[in-house]
């Protein structure tokens, strides 16, 4: 079995260009995974493990063969290297590099009520990874993002998702091309805004439906407002105007879900 024991090792340095540059992974077309219970869910997702790294000293073979096959390199990394490649403060000293996965809207597969949450433009991976853990806890049947800011492939959406990114059918795409996916599909969407809205709990989300939020600083784009099935709110009763995405996000999906009879 292969070891590294430096973190000066020239392998070591492209894994953490991988970690901090969304350049290195579009090159590569792979990413990091950090976690055994990150990349156990990743291989349900239908993920392409190719290498993992573990320090022998936190994890056993056992656990290592699990999740691993024939076509999976392991390597043996000492202390050093996995704290110059490890994100959190506490993991299980295993991590993993998996090859890239399409996020085209023509590769989602839907039910035939399918019942999906689009975000337009989140910027925070802390915000993406809690409307995927909302999505994840739901059900859906997809998150799309629209005119995506980050690369989902960020370590830090890995992270605060909690691994919800490889259990959610995901796909990206421009606002107009998303709109138009929606309308081929007959999916009626609901866009969360301020402007000329009625109250969120007196729609019918129990057919194919769609939950549009914004980000919190500007909301969402004309082009959603117009486009709209129905515009709708969730009424605030205290000074602010707004509340933080994910959380707005999940009041919207389990009233559909309410609907739905959970």
């Known amino acids: 079995m292969k070891q590294i024991t430096s973190s000066q090792n020239p392998f070591i340095k492209s894994l953490v260009l991988l970690q901090e540059k969304s350049k290195a992974r579009k090159q590569s077309g792979t990413f990091l995974i950090e976690g055994q219970r990150e990349i156990e869910l990743a291989i349900k997702g239908g993920f392409e493990i190719e290498t993992i790294l573990f320090l022998p000293d936190l994890i056993s073979n056992n656990q290592i063969a699990k999740l691993s096959n024939n076509q999976t390199e392991l390597i043996e990394i000492s202390k050093e290297v996995y704290q110059k490649l490890a994100y959190r403060d506490t993991t299980e000293g295993i991590l993993a590099i998996a090859k890239a996965k399409s996020f085209g809207l023509s590769d989602l597969k839907l039910s035939k009520n399918p019942l999906i949450l689009v975000a337009e433009s989140p910027e925070k991976p802390g915000n993406i990874g809690a409307l995927l853990r909302t999505a994840d806890a739901a059900n859906l049947d997809a998150v799309i993002i629209a005119n995506p800011k980050s690369d989902l492939y960020n370590p830090n959406i890995v992270r605060s998702s909690v691994g919800c ?83 707005a996000a999940a009041i919207l999906i389990f009233e559909a879900k309410r609907q739905r009879g959970f």
Request: glycine share 4%; net charge negative; hydrophobic share 35%.
């Open 165 to 247: 990114l490889f259990t959610n059918q995901i796909a990206t795409g421009t606002t107009s091309e998303i709109i138009s996916f929606l309308k081929e599909n007959k999916i009626n969407f609901y866009c969360a805004t301020l402007q000329n809205s009625t109250s969120y709990h007196t729609q019918d989300y129990t057919t194919p439906t769609a939950l549009v939020v914004g980000t919190e600083a500007t909301g969402l784009s004309q082009e959603w407002r117009d486009n709209a099935t129905q515009n709708i709110i969730i009424p605030m009763q205290g000074e602010i105007d707004s509340m933080n995405v994910s959380v």
